[in-house]
DNA sequence: AATATTTGACCGCC
DNA sequence: GGCGGTCAAATATT
């Protein structure tokens, strides 16, 4: 019956986590710009405190245990007809049976609920790793939509997804919509206070976002692997989620198809470690459709 | 072979 | 019927 039962307090938490996270990376990119800024540095710790505080506090008052979002994510996405969206039986089933038409397998839409929230960002920063499923044309807008579900959807049920459209206004900014909450528990939370700026370090394993975030910057949770990297970085970082839509030396393009890897920063050794910085691009776990 | 992305088709809502 | 969201076969990548 407390607020903190429904859906709200997923989503400020989420938030708030978020925010930490943010704050984190501001953190490392303060310490790695190195003297005079001891104050501002100061600073994020504090801000970071205050995260703390209040994920924890929030925790403490309603234990928002995986568990429990699952609980609470359910019912408000039932994403197919009886089997609420959870291809239970072997992956294959969600294929087409044959050269059917007319039959994909009925399914409702999602109403938007208040799990749903934008932001404007000029990365595509998240800590969740995310599949690609689909792109539209949007009316009336120059540039398409790119759909995203967890990488986790069928694993664990996480029904989470997330369209990024380009803004006409400023090309360089993303809207982000957020629709869902994760209910997958890995990666969900890490241990943000170490995580630092993803910093490429092979120019083949560029990502996105221009040029400044060649320079430490703010993180990304994408890479784009992009074997022809005539163009600027903005490119790479157009390519990402449009490949399409290049402007200008698209003729040099060979249409190389982006991929997209969640960023975790590597506190213990996983099977990725032969990346010389801290971070491990670790490819999305696999799972069967 | 396993997994990810692309992209046209399909579906539900307005 | 149009539009936007999702599915899933085909294709690409590792």
């Not at 008052?61 to 994403?79: F, H, K, R, W």
């Not at 170490?194 to 560029?206: N, R």
């Not at 990502?207 to 490119?235: F, R, Y």
Request: proline share 4%; with cysteine.
């Amino acid at each position: 019956m407390d607020i903190f039962s429904n859906n709200k307090a997923i989503k400020l938490k989420d938030q708030l986590v978020q925010g930490h996270e943010w704050t984190t990376k501001l953190q490392q990119i303060i310490s790695q710009t190195g003297s005079g800024l001891g104050l501002a540095e100061d600073l994020a710790a504090k801000i970071l405190g205050s995260f703390n505080d209040v994920i924890s506090s929030l925790e403490s008052l309603e234990p928002i245990s995986s568990s429990s979002l699952v609980t609470a994510v359910e019912g408000s996405q039932n994403a197919s007809c009886d089997n609420d969206g959870k291809f239970e039986d072997s992956g294959d089933s969600r294929k087409r049976l044959g050269p059917v038409k007319g039959k994909r397998g009925c399914y409702k839409r999602k109403k938007k609920s208040d799990q749903t929230w934008t932001e404007e960002s000029n990365v595509l920063e998240d800590t969740f790793s995310w599949r690609k499923y689909g792109q539209k044309e949007i009316l009336n807008t120059k540039f398409p939509r790119s759909y995203f579900r967890c990488t986790h959807k069928y694993s664990q049920g996480c029904k989470a997804t997330k369209q990024v459209q380009k803004l006409e206004l400023d090309p360089r900014m993303f809207s982000i919509t957020y629709i869902g909450n994760h209910t997958c528990n890995t990666n969900e939370i890490t241990p943000a206070k170490i995580i630092k700026p993803c910093v490429p370090s092979h120019q083949d394993e560029i990502i996105m976002d221009s040029e400044e975030l060649k320079s430490p910057s703010l993180a990304t949770s994408m890479k784009v692997e992009e074997e022809n990297h005539h163009g600027s970085s903005t490119e790479c970082d157009l390519q990402l989620v449009w490949p399409d839509m290049l402007v200008g030396e698209e003729d040099n393009q060979h249409h190389h198809y982006e991929e997209i890897y969640g960023c975790y920063e590597t506190s213990a050794p996983i099977d990725v470690l032969d990346s010389p910085d801290l971070w491990s691009w670790q490819r999305y776990p696999f799972q069967q459709q």
